[in-house]
């Protein structure tokens, strides 16, 4: 149900449109002055504000300009006498959606109204979309096929059609919003926002601001009122990333909103109606943080309607082959590179890591090495393994060598051509002009050259 604000001194006018609005099913709120629309409106937070221009102290205009500086989605439509129409034309570039002049059909008003609102649910709806297309694609994302990955999309698929609340466990890296984002578009509400928050990033004084938005004035610098991520996720799935992180406060008031399914601003008094599904993850064990009072064992039993366990990549290492080719296509267009695929000792290298950053280490592993790869296959020279190998890397160790003594120890590169191979040599450039954006007279000054013998290596050692 929307919400209309009516802002009109016209006592008549106000009955009127609150009986006529009313009897469309919209609430409707009205105030008589500028100052009184303007509150109501920032108390309210209406979907659309009916705005007489000529209003007694505080004039519509002026009530339209302050409104556009704290709450730019409201829709506003003026109403004018006739005689004032070019008046109103002109508030239409400061930020109304339209106009009715008085006296006015109610069919044509109810007509604008509709079409006002339904603008805004499509620009809502194109909102989601863009933000879905700027996201990871979840089912995008390689799962793999293994027992353990099959069991947990069996998993999600009997709780993506439920509204129950959903815990994730898992290591970091394990892919835990990918599943929390996988249930949300499997959902009946996947035609509605996604809203992830990573509650360990927030400072402990904003935490309700974040969630739960405030209002103009509530603190110093709030200076406009803000939707919290409840509100956002309104109709949609809010997912709380290492929600064990959130002080006692929040979680106290977090369990209200379940229970209540209502959220009021910071510096609000009126609750705002919310109907969102929540899913939150934790890379620790909540039970054992349950029990040594980390975590509020009330909310706990709340958000357990439902729990899934991730498995390490350690765990489930028959996916990394899968994983790693999705990874490098994906390297491939982000990095306009041609790979192909994997020699079969890279794989195996791969195959044999303990891999403790999980998934998003592996990710990063490749992207990598498909920036610095020369040939059309990965090869083991350039898989750079954070915490060790089980197989030594004597080519890696070297470039790594010969690295160091350029860009620290004050070595130029015709220091080291004598003792290294043209291979060594072309990599070691190379990996400089990456790091350096190709710009080479960077570059040139990094390897303890003119850049006039850059070019001259570059075209030497086929650097393109």
Request: net charge neutral; aromatic share 6%; charged share 30%.
């Given at each position: 149900?929307?919400?209309?604000?009516?802002?009109?001194?016209?006592?008549?006018?106000?009955?009127?449109?609150?009986?006529?609005?009313?009897?469309?099913?919209?609430?409707?709120?009205?105030?008589?002055?500028?100052?009184?629309?303007?509150?109501?409106?920032?108390?309210?937070?209406?979907?659309?504000?009916?705005?007489?221009?000529?209003?007694?102290?505080?004039?519509?205009?002026?009530?339209?300009?302050?409104?556009?500086?704290?709450?730019?989605?409201?829709?506003?439509?003026?109403?004018?006498?006739?005689?004032?129409?070019?008046?109103?034309?002109?508030?239409?570039?400061?930020?109304?959606?339209?106009?009715?002049?008085?006296?006015?059909?109610?069919?044509?008003?109810?007509?604008?109204?509709?079409?006002?609102?339904?603008?805004?649910?499509?620009?809502?709806?194109?909102?989601?979309?863009?933000?879905?297309?700027?996201?990871?694609?979840?089912?995008?994302?390689?799962?793999?096929?293994?027992?353990?990955?099959?069991?947990?999309?069996?998993?999600?698929?009997?709780?993506?059609?439920?509204?129950?609340?959903?815990?994730?466990?898992?290591?970091?890296?394990?892919?835990?919003?990918?599943?929390?984002?996988?249930?949300?578009?499997?959902?009946?509400?996947?035609?509605?926002?996604?809203?992830?928050?990573?509650?360990?990033?927030?400072?402990?004084?904003?935490?309700?601001?974040?969630?739960?938005?405030?209002?103009?004035?509530?603190?110093?610098g709030a200076s406009s009122a803000k939707k919290g991520k409840f509100e956002v996720a309104n109709g949609g799935t809010l997912f709380l990333d290492e929600i064990t992180n959130l002080p006692?406060?929040?979680?106290?008031?977090?369990?209200?909103?379940?229970?209540?399914?209502?959220?009021?601003?910071?510096?609000?008094?009126?609750?705002?109606?919310?109907?969102?599904?929540?899913?939150?993850?934790?890379?620790?064990?909540?039970?054992?943080?349950?029990?040594?009072?980390?975590?509020?064992?009330?909310?706990?039993?709340?958000?357990?309607?439902?729990?899934?366990?991730?498995?390490?990549?350690?765990?489930?290492?028959?996916?990394?082959?899968?994983?790693?080719?999705?990874?490098?296509?994906?390297?491939?267009?982000?990095?306009?590179?041609?790979?192909?695929?994997?020699?079969?000792?890279?794989?195996?290298?791969?195959?044999?890591?303990?891999?403790?950053?999980?998934?998003?280490?592996?990710?990063?592993?490749?992207?990598?090495?498909?920036?610095?790869?020369?040939?059309?296959?990965?090869?083991?020279?350039?898989?750079?393994?954070?915490?060790?190998?089980?197989?030594?890397?004597?080519?890696?160790?070297?470039?790594?060598?010969?690295?160091?003594?350029?860009?620290?120890?004050?070595?130029?590169?015709?220091?080291?051509?004598?003792?290294?191979?043209?291979?060594?040599?072309?990599?070691?450039?190379?990996?400089?002009?990456?790091?350096?954006?190709?710009?080479?007279?960077?570059?040139?000054?990094?390897?303890?050259?003119?850049?006039?013998?850059?070019?001259?290596?570059?075209?030497?050692?086929?650097?393109?």
């Amino acid at each position: 149900m929307a919400k209309i604000v009516i802002v009109d001194d016209n006592k008549n006018m106000q009955i009127i449109l609150q009986n006529l609005l009313a009897d469309e099913g919209y609430e409707v709120i009205s105030a008589t002055n500028g100052k009184d629309g303007l509150k109501a409106i920032i108390e309210k937070s209406p979907d659309l504000v009916l705005l007489d221009i000529r209003l007694p102290e505080m004039n519509g205009i002026d009530v339209l300009q302050q409104i556009t500086k704290f709450e730019k989605e409201i829709l506003v439509i003026m109403i004018t006498a006739y005689g004032d129409v070019e008046t109103a034309v002109e508030t239409m570039k400061l930020g109304a959606y339209d106009y009715i002049t008085k006296p006015f059909v109610n069919e044509e008003l109810k007509i604008v109204i509709r079409k006002a609102l339904d603008t805004n649910e499509l620009k809502q709806e194109v909102k989601v979309l863009r933000q879905q297309l700027e996201e990871k694609k979840s089912e995008d994302i390689p799962m793999g096929n293994s027992i353990a990955i099959m069991q947990i999309l069996k998993q999600v698929e009997l709780v993506a059609s439920t509204d129950m609340s959903v815990i994730i466990q898992g290591k970091s890296g394990t892919g835990k919003e990918v599943i929390a984002n996988l249930i949300h578009k499997k959902s009946k509400r996947k035609n509605k926002a996604f809203i992830p928050i990573d509650c360990g990033a927030i400072p402990d004084t904003l935490v309700e601001s974040e969630l739960f938005g405030y209002q103009k004035g509530a603190f110093t610098g709030a200076s406009s009122a803000k939707k919290g991520k409840f509100e956002v996720a309104n109709g949609g799935t809010l997912f709380l990333d290492e929600i064990t992180n959130l002080p006692p406060s929040a979680q106290a008031k977090i369990l209200r909103v379940i229970q209540e399914k209502k959220i009021t601003k910071v510096g609000g008094t009126e609750p705002i109606n919310i109907d969102v599904r929540i899913i939150v993850a934790t890379n620790i064990n909540i039970i054992k943080a349950v029990q040594e009072y980390n975590f509020r064992d009330d909310l706990f039993h709340r958000l357990n309607e439902f729990t899934i366990s991730l498995p390490t990549l350690k765990e489930r290492k028959d996916d990394i082959p899968i994983i790693a080719e999705q990874f490098l296509k994906e390297a491939n267009i982000e990095l306009e590179k041609s790979i192909k695929g994997f020699l079969p000792k890279a794989m195996s290298i791969l195959e044999s890591y303990a891999w403790p950053g999980n998934v998003r280490e592996l990710k990063h592993v490749i992207k990598k090495a498909v920036l610095l790869e020369e040939t059309d296959h990965i090869t083991p020279n350039f898989l750079d393994l954070e915490f060790g190998q089980t197989q030594k890397n004597p080519f890696k160790e070297s470039l790594d060598k010969y690295y160091e003594m350029i860009t620290s120890e004050g070595s130029s590169i015709s220091d080291i051509t004598a003792i290294v191979s043209a291979e060594m040599e072309r990599v070691l450039i190379k990996r400089i002009l990456v790091e350096s954006k190709y710009n080479k007279s960077k570059a040139a000054r990094i390897l303890g050259i003119d850049r006039n013998t850059l070019y001259t290596k570059l075209k030497c050692l086929g650097i393109e």
